[in-house]
């Protein structure tokens, strides 16, 4: 089991950055899939990025392709979001989320772990 704390959340104007990490429990990080999604107020949580167990590879959805970079640190058990050229529509509340098997999935089902969310606002 593991259990994770996202943290780096809060209010930031259209065209900031911003780094969301999230913390994990546990001493087998490292075998986890590691998987950052969002939802806006009145909408379906969404899949935003996931990086594999040793890193080197990762997916994005196609609306923070080239804004976002999600990278990870399993000496410290921290995955990182890394946020650019934020606009208002990146406002939600985002989620790290741990998969245990082998698939690299981009759905909130594929995920058995979450944490508690970070709100990020991102003012026009």
């Known amino acids: 089991q593991v259990q994770l704390v996202e943290s780096g959340g809060g209010l930031v104007q259209a065209g900031d950055s911003r780094r969301l990490s999230c913390a994990a429990s546990?001493?087998?990080?490292?075998?986890?899939?590691m998987g950052w999604f969002r939802q806006a107020p009145g909408k379906e949580r969404e899949f935003v990025a996931v990086i594999r167990r040793s890193g080197g590879i990762t997916y994005y959805a196609d609306s923070v392709k080239g804004r976002f970079t999600i990278s990870r640190d399993n000496a410290k058990n921290t995955v990182y979001l890394q946020m650019n050229s934020l606009k208002p529509e990146d406002t939600a509340v985002y989620y790290c989320a741990a998969d245990s098997t082998f698939s690299t999935s981009t759905s909130a089902r594929g995920y058995d772990y979450w944490g508690l969310g970070t709100q990020v606002t991102v003012s026009s």
């Open positions: 546990g001493r087998t990080f490292s075998s986890y899939n």
